[in-house]
């Protein structure tokens, strides 16, 4: 019972995928990968676009982070200038006067110059509400009395105004070995957000500068609202805290998901001389909107074109295959009922039907020509895949066929057997310092050189991969491989290919070979293991080397260390 339902279910399914179905399946599939290709275009110009914006905005973030730097620089020449008037000066009093005189009134970034000595109270300052302000818990403070250098804050409220603030600071000592005071500047953090002015009002686009705690000191205008939080409490930006902080590279990039869900690609550049950093992130989606669009209209054109084509083919297959065919087999239903004057006209055959039976003598002869050049074919291909295209000698594949030939006919003839494994010194730095193509062309010679070598040892070359080869040598003993190494060792020296990254400054190899008399408890692979080991050798013992690996006796297993 359950081999008729099966046949009832396959006869079910050969209705179901008919001529119709696979006409129109062959025009969906000749039609649909061009409509594929099209919104895959679209979808690699959408990651290209996307891209360029945030190469756009990494560029952005190098040039804001310099206009930065310019700011921080011309703080620290305030300041040292300061720290050299209290170092000459003489008295705080006659140091204030100068400092005060003194303070560049192009200057906006700098909100107050300050001196305070070392017991950390102001003892002057060009805004006179600060003078006898203890500032000695400052952490900045400290830093710079202890590092004799330039020190820069972190986000601070002001003493006394609490208005948001950077300090920089720089010890008298630094210029004076012997003075004990410290300058101070306050950095205008409104200056720094109205450099970033050219990152503002951008659709997607956040940007701020952090200090080393992840506060933001600086923001476009209209995302001002960010300065003084930490940069894990905004929204677009908390997903990236640790990363950009982190980072100990002067500037990168990386992609992150917004808490909203949003895909960001996120720019940062550190600002030199400081801990802070210029952050900039993008929104993905709002960047790439207008392809975004275009590929949604790529699918739905697909989908359009697909259920045309669809169409199409079934009316083409009905009236092109499947009424001239309906037409044949009832021609041949009534031949076969006795009507011997059944005939098809051209009138109701298309064209290409009419000269089908004879067709099937012609088809049949081509087939056996077919076959036997399908059979002609297969043994070209069958050598062709035993052959290394590059360097012309065997491939692995050929040469471990021609092992094992070699590897019975010794065992049956107790005669001896040599393999040499041969790899070319530095090849990475090679195809590193003078490119892949010189790479090749050099293992083309050395493929001409082995096989000449072969040809005159009576041996098989092969490639064995990459830059490494081997060659075989039947009836071959110790002392003769030896010197067949050696030969190979200086022949591919004597082409004096230029190595400029070698202690040789040619190409040379290192040649690792092994003899033995295949017996029972050996196989060719050990033989190849041995090789393999005396070229490690021979590597270690500083390259264009040859060293040989001996087996022991057959009346032992093991196998002897590299000599």
């Known amino acids: 019972?359950?081999?008729?339902?099966?046949?009832?279910?396959?006869?079910?399914?050969?209705?179901?995928?008919?001529?119709?179905?696979?006409?129109?399946?062959?025009?969906?599939?000749?039609?649909?990968?061009?409509?594929?290709?099209?919104?895959?275009?679209?979808?690699?110009?959408?990651?290209?676009?996307?891209?360029?914006a945030a190469n756009e905005f990494s560029d952005i973030a190098r040039h804001s982070a310099d206009a930065q730097q310019e700011v921080i620089s011309s703080v620290e020449a305030v300041l040292k200038s300061a720290a050299h008037i209290r170092a000459s000066a003489g008295g705080i009093g006659r140091s204030c006067d100068i400092l005060r005189a003194s303070l560049p009134t192009h200057l906006p970034w700098i909100r107050t110059l300050l001196i305070v000595g070392g017991d950390g109270r102001v003892q002057c300052s060009t805004n006179n509400i600060f003078v006898g302000v203890d500032l000695s818990e400052r952490a900045y403070f400290k830093k710079a009395r202890d590092s004799h250098a330039m020190v820069f804050s972190d986000y601070l409220s002001a003493k006394l105004t609490n208005n948001p603030v950077v300090m920089a600071a720089y010890p008298v000592s630094a210029v004076d070995g012997e003075g004990d005071s410290v300058i101070l500047a306050g950095v205008n953090l409104d200056w720094m957000s109205k450099i970033m002015s050219n990152l503002g009002g951008r659709p997607g686009i956040s940007a701020a500068v952090v200090d080393s705690t992840g506060t933001v000191l600086a923001a476009p205008a209209d995302q001002g609202s960010m300065i003084g939080h930490p940069l894990d409490t905004i929204p677009?930006?908390?997903?990236?805290?640790?990363?950009?902080?982190?980072?100990?590279?002067?500037?990168?990039?990386?992609?992150?998901?917004?808490?909203?869900?949003?895909?960001?690609?996120?720019?940062?550049?550190?600002?030199?001389?400081?801990?802070?950093?210029?952050?900039?992130?993008?929104?993905?989606?709002?960047?790439?909107?207008?392809?975004?669009?275009?590929?949604?209209?790529?699918?739905?054109?697909l989908a359009f074109v697909c259920v045309f084509v669809l169409l199409g083919a079934l009316i083409a297959a009905e009236k092109l295959i499947i009424q001239p065919i309906e037409i044949i087999a009832s021609m041949a239903k009534r031949f076969g009922q006795g009507d011997w004057s059944a005939r098809a006209t051209r009138k109701s055959l298309p064209s290409e039907f009419v000269p089908l039976a004879r067709a099937f003598n012609a088809m049949a002869a081509q087939l056996r020509?077919?076959?036997?050049?399908?059979?002609?074919?297969?043994?070209?291909?069958?050598?062709?895949?035993?052959?290394?295209?590059?360097?012309?000698?065997?491939?692995?594949?050929?040469?471990?066929?021609?092992?094992?030939?070699?590897?019975?006919?010794?065992?049956?003839?107790?005669?001896?057997?040599?393999?040499?494994?041969?790899?070319?010194?530095?090849?990475?730095?090679?195809?590193?310092?003078?490119?892949?193509?010189?790479?090749?062309?050099?293992?083309?010679?050395?493929?001409?050189?082995?096989?000449?070598?072969?040809?005159?040892?009576?041996?098989?070359?092969?490639?064995?991969?990459g830059e490494e080869f081997c060659l075989l040598l039947p009836n071959t003993g110790a002392a003769r491989a030896l010197e067949v190494s050696e030969m190979v060792r200086a022949e591919v020296q004597k082409l004096a290919i230029p190595h400029s990254t070698s202690s040789y400054q040619t190409v040379t190899v290192s040649v690792g070979f092994s003899c033995t008399k295949p017996n029972e408890p050996q196989r060719s692979a050990d033989l190849i293991e041995a090789a393999d080991a005396a070229l490690y050798s021979a590597k270690h013992r500083g390259r264009n080397a040859v060293v040989e690996h001996g087996f022991v006796r057959p009346t032992d297993s093991a196998v002897a260390l590299a000599s």
């Open 1 to 52: 019972m359950s081999r008729v339902t099966f046949n009832r279910n396959r006869v079910k399914l050969k209705q179901l995928l008919g001529i119709r179905a696979r006409l129109a399946l062959l025009a969906l599939i000749l039609v649909a990968p061009l409509m594929l290709e099209r919104a895959r275009s679209l979808e690699d110009e959408r990651a290209k676009q996307i891209g360029r």
């Open 236 to 301: 677009l930006l908390s997903g990236i805290a640790d990363q950009a902080l982190s980072s100990k590279e002067p500037e990168g990039s990386l992609s992150f998901t917004a808490a909203d869900g949003s895909k960001r690609a996120l720019s940062f550049a550190r600002i030199a001389g400081t801990e802070s950093r210029l952050i900039i992130s993008i929104d993905e989606a709002k960047v790439s909107a207008a392809i975004n669009r275009e590929i949604r209209t790529a699918y739905l054109q």
């Open 369 to 465: 020509q077919r076959e036997r050049d399908l059979v002609a074919t297969n043994d070209r291909l069958t050598v062709i895949a035993s052959i290394d295209m590059l360097s012309g000698l065997a491939n692995r594949r050929g040469f471990q066929s021609r092992l094992d030939f070699e590897w019975m006919k010794a065992e049956q003839h107790a005669s001896d057997l040599s393999l040499l494994m041969i790899d070319v010194d530095h090849f990475k730095l090679f195809n590193d310092t003078y490119g892949h193509p010189e790479g090749d062309a050099c293992l083309t010679r050395l493929g001409e050189t082995l096989a000449g070598i072969a040809a005159e040892a009576t041996g098989f070359a092969a490639r064995y991969g």
